[in-house]
């Protein structure tokens, strides 16, 4: 109950900052209950919560921090298994939830934020590249943690079989190591790079090894 309070001080001092004057409360209890939906074992709270502890260890590395700490509270907000939409959806419904409460153009730097998070290519722009940074720093964590955070996204996933899972995973794991550097920061390059690139090696090794071979992207 302690570190609830905590939390929505923390969010409604936020929204306050953000040029609000309107009670945020009801807010941050929706936001809850989305995350901790029924199923949610990677994309949930404490997934925010971590990212919120890396964010603000590197905040003086960003250039609109209030901003960024925004799309991080709503960038998994909607999160249906397996959904292609879910960073649209999520960052539509900040979009909704901040009508008429902040500057249009903050508001539309929030969605933009939030895009960045889908992961599809790498961003472009300071503080896109920043909140990326933070979404994947997890995949720099010791291994024993990695392969925990990888076993989460696959109870999230239990409707696809292994052979249509693993290969796409693979797939996505790639790209990530096609890019380089994958942590364009020096904050996060030196804390996550080396790590995150072993770590991704190796899982893409043991699922070769496991007999699954990378999917092709959907046309």
Not at 124 to 139: A, C, P, Q, T, W
Request: proline fraction near 3%.
């Amino acid at each position: 109950m302690e570190k609830q309070s905590q939390q929505l001080a923390r969010f409604q001092a936020l929204w306050r900052r953000l040029g609000s004057d309107q009670d945020s409360s009801g807010i941050f209890r929706e936001i809850g209950r989305y995350y901790e939906t029924e199923g949610r074992y990677y994309h949930n709270l404490a997934h925010i919560e971590y990212c919120l502890s890396v964010f603000d260890a590197a905040r003086d590395h960003c250039l609109e921090p209030d901003l960024v700490e925004m799309a991080l509270w709503f960038h998994d907000v909607i999160y249906d298994m397996g959904g292609a939409d879910n960073e649209l959806r999520s960052a539509e419904h900040f979009m909704a939830v901040s009508e008429a409460q902040f500057d249009d153009k903050l508001r539309q730097h929030v969605f933009d934020l939030i895009m960045a998070t889908d992961h599809s290519h790498a961003p472009e722009g300071d503080d896109k590249r920043f909140i990326v940074e933070v979404d994947l720093s997890g995949f720099g964590l010791p291994w024993d943690r990695f392969k925990s955070d990888g076993r989460n996204v696959r109870s999230e996933m239990a409707h696809l079989s292994d052979n249509e899972f693993y290969p796409a995973q693979m797939r996505f794991m790639q790209s990530l190591a096609d890019r380089s550097p994958l942590f364009t920061y020096p904050w996060f390059f030196e804390r996550y790079e080396a790590v995150a690139r072993s770590n991704i090696s190796e899982y893409i090794n043991e699922l070769q090894q496991s007999g699954y071979q990378m999917k092709a992207a959907a046309v």
